[in-house]
């Protein structure tokens, strides 16, 4: 993938193609992470219900998959669903289980057809029936491409995610002698998977809510005020500009913005 995968989908002449000129795609980062959120608020501003924000917040997906597949980001994580989210009124939660659904039958084919991997991160034992076919079959119908891993992160919470790894660790008979934090990152969900460079958090709140705390250690933060179903990808586009005009340090000493370490 390159500067002509993503100019093929952006008009020519417009504010996308010139900040997609700009991007140096020797320095990309390997792996970008989405907190999205602001979805009440954006249907709250139009006076629709909530799930109308989820509902339109699609399409931000579509583009952002679409958009970072076509730039040869190796990883994209986005967040949708957390431990918590439990908490909202059932139909808001039965609303978004459904328009995952949705969004998986239809998607498929551009998943298929961009070479993008899809994979779960989360407590899958803990969704519906229904919910985790589908998930299990866009998984493996995917499962031998070779471009983007696309994580959706679903029923997903950093600790419990931690908590997991330590247990699965005990069930191995790990012994503390043998144990560091390379060897910790293989029992995480994202195993295998490079940290995220870059963290988005959509709709301008500056926190992290239990998104992979491990993973996010060295991250880049990049908060925007646009709510998540206005983003585009010209948004994106911002965001990794913005990365790489950032040193990275690793407590060290200055680095420009590279991916890996
Ligand atoms: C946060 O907005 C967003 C979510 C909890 C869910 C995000 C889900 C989607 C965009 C749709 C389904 C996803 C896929 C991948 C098909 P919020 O409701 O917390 O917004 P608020 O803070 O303004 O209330």
Do not use: C
Not at 227 to 242: G, T
């Amino acid at each position: 993938m390159s500067l002509d995968q993503i100019l093929a989908v952006l008009p020519s002449g417009s504010a996308e193609e010139a900040l997609a000129r700009q991007i140096d795609f020797d320095r990309l980062p390997a792996h970008v992470a989405v907190i999205m959120d602001g979805n009440g608020r954006w249907a709250a501003q139009r006076h629709l219900p909530r799930v109308e924000g989820h509902r339109a917040g699609i399409e931000s997906v579509r583009e952002v998959v679409e958009g970072s597949a076509r730039l040869g980001i190796q990883v994209l994580t986005l967040y949708a669903f957390s431990v918590e989210n439990w908490k909202r009124p059932a139909t808001e939660v039965s609303t978004l289980m459904g328009l995952l659904k949705r969004y998986l039958r239809s998607e498929l084919n551009t998943l298929l057809r961009n070479d993008i991997r899809f994979h779960v991160i989360g407590r899958q034992e803990e969704l519906a029936g229904d919910v985790r076919r589908e998930l299990a079959d866009a998984e493996a119908k995917t499962a031998a491409n070779a471009g983007m891993l696309f994580n959706i992160a679903l029923n997903y919470g950093g600790r419990a995610e931690i908590v997991e790894a330590a247990k699965k660790l005990i069930a191995e008979g790990a012994d503390a002698e043998s144990l560091d934090e390379q060897r910790f990152s293989q029992f995480l969900y994202t195993a295998g998977q490079p940290d995220p460079d870059l963290l988005i958090r959509t709709s301008g709140e500056m926190r992290v809510s239990n998104f992979l705390l491990w993973q996010i250690a060295y991250a880049e933060i990049w908060v925007t005020d646009t709510l998540w179903p206005d983003f585009r990808k010209r948004h994106l586009l911002e965001a990794i500009l913005a990365y790489q005009k950032r040193e990275r340090r690793y407590g060290g000493i200055k680095h420009p913005a590279v991916a890996g370490r």
